[in-house]
């Protein structure tokens, strides 16, 4: 197979170069979600054998872009799918379904339920299995020759590649970080599969909040990452954590990342030539698994390093490794993603966006028609606190935005003088949309008054700059351009995501109240989703190492 990739830091194009792959590399994916993990590994020479994902709603956009599959179609129809296959469902109806709770999904075995699981499991090669890795996992624990299977990859060969993203809002800073919360196991679950499949390596994707300790209901800290590493090493893989961030990678968007490869020990031993960048970063890891296999109770914290993009002496450890393709020579700004898709002045669209929707269609096909770009309604007032949100980008002043956000949040009717006198200077947009400037300080905080907000985290994009991580409902940050003062579409969202314009989105737009706890609406999947440019940089630093094993 004939693979291409790389970025050209002259054009900012990310242009095809050739390597050769001696076999196809097949992968399982975990907590899919709308597939942006997949497409990028896809990308570059992996194929999936099966992929899992609890939400329907991610589903039904991971099915549309993969298997071509109209699954809100087929329900209006009263047709089921063929590539897509609940593990267990409690409607038999797949229109029910598309909307179904997952937590409240059957366990597998439920005979009270409606399973798509074939009497012959080799058929479920090649599919997206809807339910929970915990079902599956009870699944795989009570079919060795299931196991086997996915091992030898459906006969196709050794699986050399699970990987995922597990679902991490208690290892996020912004969530719970509660160490026995539910979704806390779910890494544990990701190795308990990779332990009944065994593939060569495991790739484990979280946010970097799981690098920071929290304290459980004892006071005792709690390293995550370093229990993840623990366990793994039980299970014979020796792990190498990175923190990585998507735009070092090329991406429009600051994106920091925690990345976990674990490489199962007896493949590790075949690997060859590992030059002296990548001997330094498996040394511990080597160091670690050995202690761990005697005894898991001697392993401590501080015995497994991870190794982290942005400090000078690890950079070197990437750009001189199997990683040095995480590191881009020019990283892409907001602006390069979605200048030519505003509706006022609209530029061409960058050489960026062109060779991403090129790198793609190698799974999607070409182009040919902008989905998912429908413009969401701003009242008048929401579209001048726009403004305000554009102005203090603008100004990047802490202490001004402090005190803007003391009338707007608190509604202190008054400003001081230094802050007044730089807001004076700037064009605020009036009730009649026209950009107009305050003749005093009075005037500017009255204004500011009507302008109230409970937001808490909503800010202006920077057109120069990556776009901020948190961005996954329609809230979360307005555009920079003054002429387009509104929330982002979906489209605009997956573009900092650098998902490619053939990529289509489905379900729901949004959703709201007790529906977020378990509804995945398309501003969410692309949210959640591992962006596919970062996935397939993944991917070929895999590719380099699994290549190793080859004369």
Same mark, same amino acid.
């Given at each position: 197979?004939? #693979?291409?990739?790389?970025?050209d830091?002259?054009?900012r194009?990310i242009?095809?170069?050739?390597?050769?792959v001696?076999?196809?590399?097949n992968?399982?994916?975990?907590f899919a979600?709308?597939?942006?993990?997949?497409?990028?590994?896809?990308?570059?020479?992996?194929?999936?054998?099966?992929?899992?994902?609890l939400?329907?709603m991610?589903?039904e &956009?991971f099915a549309?872009?993969?298997?071509k599959?109209?699954?809100?179609?087929l329900?209006?129809?009263?047709?089921?799918?063929?590539?897509t296959?609940?593990?267990?469902?409690?409607?038999?109806?797949?229109?029910?379904r598309?909307?179904?709770n997952?937590f409240?999904?059957?366990?597998?075995?439920?005979?009270?339920?409606f399973?798509?699981l074939?009497?012959d499991?080799?058929?479920?090669?090649?599919?997206?299995i809807?339910?929970?890795?915990?079902?599956?996992?009870k699944l795989?624990? %009570?079919?060795?020759?299931?196991?086997d299977?996915?091992?030898?990859?459906f006969?196709?060969?050794?699986?050399? #590649?699970?990987?995922g993203?597990?679902?991490?809002q208690?290892?996020s800073?912004?969530?719970?970080r509660?160490?026995d919360?539910d979704k806390? &196991? /779910?890494p544990?679950?990701f190795?308990?599969f990779?332990?009944l499949?065994?593939?060569?390596?495991?790739m484990l994707?979280?946010v970097?909040?799981i690098l920071?300790? @929290?304290k459980?209901?004892?006071g005792?800290?709690f390293?995550a990452w370093h229990e993840?590493?623990?366990v793994?090493?039980?299970?014979?893989?020796?792990?190498?954590?990175?923190?990585?961030?998507a735009?070092?990678?090329?991406?429009?968007?600051?994106?920091p990342? @925690?990345i976990?490869?674990a490489?199962?020990?007896?493949?590790?031993?075949?690997l060859?030539h590992?030059n002296?960048?990548? &001997?330094?970063?498996?040394?511990?890891?080597?160091?670690?698994?050995k202690?761990?296999?005697k005894?898991i109770?001697?392993?401590?914290f501080g015995d /497994?390093?991870y190794?982290d993009?942005t400090?000078a002496?690890h950079?070197?450890?990437?750009?001189?490794?199997f990683l040095n393709?995480?590191i881009?020579?020019r990283t892409?700004?907001?602006?390069?993603?979605?200048?030519?898709?505003?509706?006022?002045?609209?530029?061409?669209?960058?050489?960026?966006?062109?060779?991403?929707?090129?790198?793609?269609?190698?799974v999607?096909?070409?182009?040919?028609?902008?989905?998912n770009?429908?413009?969401?309604?701003?009242s008048?007032?929401v579209?001048r606190?726009?403004?305000i949100?554009?102005?203090?980008?603008?100004?990047?002043d802490k202490?001004?935005t402090?005190?803007?956000?003391?009338?707007?949040k608190?509604?202190?009717?008054?400003l001081s003088?230094?802050?007044?006198?730089v807001?004076?200077?700037?064009?605020f947009?009036?009730?009649?949309?026209r950009?107009?400037k305050?003749?005093s300080?009075?005037? #500017?905080?009255?204004y500011?008054?009507?302008h109230?907000?409970?937001k808490? &985290?909503?800010?202006?994009?920077?057109?120069?700059?990556?776009?901020?991580?948190?961005?996954?409902?329609?809230?979360d940050?307005?555009?920079?351009d003054?002429?387009e003062?509104?929330?982002?579409?979906?489209?605009e969202?997956?573009?900092?995501?650098?998902?490619?314009?053939?990529?289509e989105?489905?379900?729901?737009i949004? %959703?709201?109240?007790?529906?977020r706890?378990?509804?995945?609406?398309?501003?969410t999947?692309?949210g959640?989703?591992?962006?596919?440019?970062?996935?397939?940089? /993944?991917?070929v630093?895999?590719n380099? #190492?699994?290549?190793?094993?080859?004369p």
């Open positions: 197979m004939i #693979l291409t990739w790389t970025f830091s002259d054009s194009k242009r095809w170069f050739s390597f050769i001696g076999c196809i590399l992968h399982i994916e975990l979600g709308c597939g942006g993990l997949t497409l990028g590994l896809e990308s570059v020479g992996f194929e999936t054998v099966l992929a899992n994902e939400s329907p991610a589903a &956009t549309y872009n993969f298997f599959e109209n699954l809100a179609q329900a209006e129809d009263g047709l089921m799918p063929k590539n296959l609940w593990l267990n469902s409690n409607y038999k109806d797949l229109k029910p598309l909307r179904e997952p409240s999904f059957p366990e597998f075995n439920n005979k009270n339920g399973s798509d074939p009497c499991l080799k058929s479920i090669q090649n599919k997206l809807v339910g929970s890795i915990v079902e599956l996992n795989l624990t %009570t079919n060795s020759k299931l196991c299977e996915l091992h030898n990859s006969g196709k060969g050794e699986l050399d #590649l699970v990987s993203g597990p679902p991490c208690s290892f800073m912004a969530g719970m509660k160490k919360c806390n &196991t /779910l544990w679950e190795a308990t990779v332990s499949v065994r593939p060569k390596i495991a994707e979280n970097t909040g920071r300790a @929290f459980d209901e004892a005792e800290k390293h993840v590493a623990k793994f090493a039980t299970k014979g893989y020796i792990p190498l954590c990175l923190h990585v961030n735009k070092y990678a090329g991406i429009a968007q600051n994106r990342r @925690f976990m490869i490489i199962r020990e007896d493949y590790f031993e075949k060859k590992l002296e960048a990548e &001997t330094e970063l498996f040394e511990q890891s080597i160091t670690f698994f202690k761990a296999k005894s109770n001697t392993v401590k /497994l390093p190794f993009i400090k002496e950079h070197k450890l990437f750009k001189n490794s393709s995480l881009a020579d892409a700004s907001v602006k390069d993603a979605l200048d030519d898709l505003k509706l006022s002045h609209p530029s061409k669209q960058s050489s960026y966006i062109k060779q991403l929707n090129t790198q793609f269609s190698v999607l096909g070409n182009v040919t028609e902008l989905k770009h429908e413009q969401r309604v701003n008048d007032i579209k606190r726009f403004r949100y554009q102005i203090l980008q603008d100004v990047d202490q001004v402090k005190d803007v956000f003391n009338v707007l608190r509604g202190v009717a008054d003088n230094e802050s007044a006198a807001l004076l200077d700037k064009e947009l009036n009730q009649q949309d950009l107009v305050f003749n300080k009075f005037d #500017l905080v009255k500011l008054l009507e109230p907000t409970k808490q &985290t909503q800010k202006a994009l920077i057109a120069d700059a990556a776009a901020p991580a948190a961005l996954s409902i329609p809230d940050a307005c555009h920079y003054k002429n003062l509104r929330v982002l579409t979906v489209r969202m997956a573009r900092i995501q650098s998902f490619p314009d053939q990529f989105f489905r379900s729901k949004t %959703t709201g109240g007790q529906m706890k378990f509804e995945v609406p398309q501003y999947q692309v959640n989703a591992v962006p596919p440019l970062l996935g397939a940089k /993944l991917g630093c895999l380099t #190492l699994i290549k190793r094993i080859y």
